[in-house]
Nanobody
């Protein structure tokens, strides 16, 4: 399994920006699609953004389109999530995840298609 470590979460005022990073270790990271999910207290984990193994395809939840951007650097084994125009409803613990299959030519929003998960990083947005 790919081991993942998220970083960059902190408290920020509404309208501000944050950049989350996910550092991966182990072989074959460059063959796997990657995703970001988030979970607020008392709520189900929800999809945020995903990127295909080669970076060709990306997908976003409707709630973050135009505000968040996912990117990856396979040489550095990193996946980032740039978050702009943050809102209080973005408050959650954010998780990085790796696909369970190689070379999937989509950016899936289904958490069941992801096998490896990081420990999460907390983002708090105040109004």
């Amino acid at each position: 399994q790919v081991q993942l470590v998220e970083s960059g979460g902190e408290s920020v005022q509404a309208g501000g920006s944050l950049r989350l990073s996910c550092a991966a270790s182990g072989p074959f990271f460059n063959l796997l699609s990657m995703g970001w999910f988030r979970q607020a207290p008392g709520k189900e984990r929800e999809f945020v953004a995903a990127i295909s193994w080669n970076g060709v395809y990306t997908s976003y939840a409707d709630s973050v389109k135009g505000r968040f951007t996912i990117s990856r650097d396979n040489a550095k084994k990193m996946v980032d999530l740039q978050m702009n125009s943050l809102r209080p409803e973005d408050t959650a613990k954010y998780y990085c995840a790796a696909d369970r299959e190689f070379y999937r030519d989509t950016a899936s929003n289904d958490p069941n298609q992801y096998e490896s998960w990081g420990q999460g990083t907390q983002v708090t947005v105040s109004s």
